[in-house]
């Protein structure tokens, strides 16, 4: 069974950084995109960047992450990191990890979803 877990979350002052890992595992042959989602308290779950196998990337809109996040990946670990800095009290949120279109050798899944690393982010 294909499983992803993502650690690096904590308590961090405004201003600091993070960086997040996710790793994939369980068999697995191909996963085409992985990526971060992000849900604060009381608010929807929204994304906050994705990459494809290739590198190619998409972040959330620019005012929220886009120059101070950055998203990495390293295929051959299926593991992807989110590298976190100058963060901003409103980026405290649960962090989730996904990877879309996993090939693995006994079943084919359109989504993985990980249980998520807690961001909290002091002023």
């Known amino acids: 069974q294909v499983q992803v877990v993502e650690s690096g979350g904590g308590l961090v002052q405004a201003g600091g950084s993070l960086r997040l890992s996710c790793a994939a595992s369980?068999?697995?042959?191909?996963?085409?995109?992985m990526g971060w989602y992000r849900q604060a308290p009381g608010k929807q779950r929204e994304l906050v960047a994705t990459i494809t196998t290739r590198g190619s990337t998409t972040y959330a809109d620019a005012e929220s992450v886009k120059g101070r996040f950055s998203i990495s990946r390293d295929n051959a670990k299926n593991t992807v990191y989110l590298q976190m800095n100058n963060l901003k009290p409103e980026d405290t949120a649960v962090y989730y990890c996904?990877?879309?279109?996993?090939?693995?050798?006994?079943?084919?899944?359109?989504?993985?979803w990980g249980r998520g690393t807690t961001v909290t982010v002091s002023a």
């Open positions: 996904y990877a879309a279109n996993v090939v693995s050798t006994i079943h084919r899944y359109l989504e993985v």
């Open positions: 369980g068999s697995i042959l191909s996963i085409n995109a």
